[in-house]
């Protein structure tokens, strides 16, 4: 089992649509979470960032994170064609350990 | 204001050849890394760098990978003896600070095909 387990769609909706995507991880010592958002060909940038239990809000999108079922969700409201783009999920184990274990991203495409 | 530069953005190579490949990180970050991301895999860990030390290596494939970074800056991949499955865009990242999941800044990406 992956310690970070991702569908990766593709997820196609309808412009205004709210779009929900999730990730399940494997490893309770996980104690940061974030979204990170890729256009094609480009590198992926942080959207939102969370750590621990709870949700975070930022314009349209929503972050949560249960870890007591260790499942990650980010909802997009109002989902605009200018959102479609692979999300990846991210985790880490902070302190001193370096890298985010990525899931495998989901292609979400929104269509005018 | 630059970001993280990578080059070469595309390379083609022959299986059996050496490819280096080479990140620029955002001036100041001391936390580098390196991710590979195949079709349909996501991004995959191969190295970690704080400073010009690799606290963790534990990502690399085999011992075909290699990398090093000087001046606490530039860092160079090399992939000696490529094979067909080394086919993948890989990506550098740097981060002001290490772990404790500080936010990376990921370049573009270097695109290697290997016939």
């Known amino acids: 089992q992956k310690e970070v387990e991702q569908d990766p769609g593709p997820l196609s909706v309808p412009e205004g649509a709210i779009v929900s995507l999730n990730c399940t991880y494997s490893?309770?010592?996980?104690?940061?979470f974030m979204w990170y958002r890729q256009y094609s060909r480009k590198g992926p940038e942080l959207l939102m960032y969370?750590?621990?239990?709870g949700n975070k809000e930022d314009g349209r999108f929503t972050a949560q994170v249960d870890k007591s079922s260790k499942y990650i969700s980010l909802f997009i409201r109002d989902s605009q064609p200018s959102d479609s783009a692979t999300y990846l999920c991210?985790?880490?184990?902070?302190?001193?350990?370096?890298?985010?274990?990525f899931g495998k991203g989901t292609k979400l495409s929104v269509k005018p | 204001g630059a970001g993280v530069s990578q080059s070469p953005s595309n390379k083609v190579t022959e299986k059996g050849k050496d490819v280096e490949l080479r990140c620029d990180p955002i001036?100041?970050?001391?936390?580098l890394y390196w991710y590979r991301q195949s079709l349909g895999q996501g991004l995959e860990f191969l190295i970690y760098?704080?400073?010009?030390?690799?606290?963790?290596k534990s990502g690399l494939p085999s011992d075909r990978f290699s990398a090093e970074r000087t001046g606490g800056s530039v860092s160079t991949l090399t992939i000696q003896r490529t094979q067909q499955e080394d086919s993948a865009v890989y990506l550098c990242?740097?981060?002001?600070?290490?772990?404790?999941?500080?936010?990376?800044?990921f370049g573009e990406g270097s695109r290697l095909t290997v016939l």
């Open positions: 991210a985790t880490a184990y902070g302190g001193s350990q370096g890298n985010l274990i």
């Open positions: 001036s100041g970050h001391t936390a």
């Open positions: 760098f704080q400073g010009n030390s690799a606290p963790d």
């Open positions: 490893n309770s010592a996980f104690q940061y």
């Open positions: 969370t750590y621990s239990s």
């Open positions: 990242a740097s981060s002001t600070r290490g772990g404790q999941g500080g936010e990376l800044f």
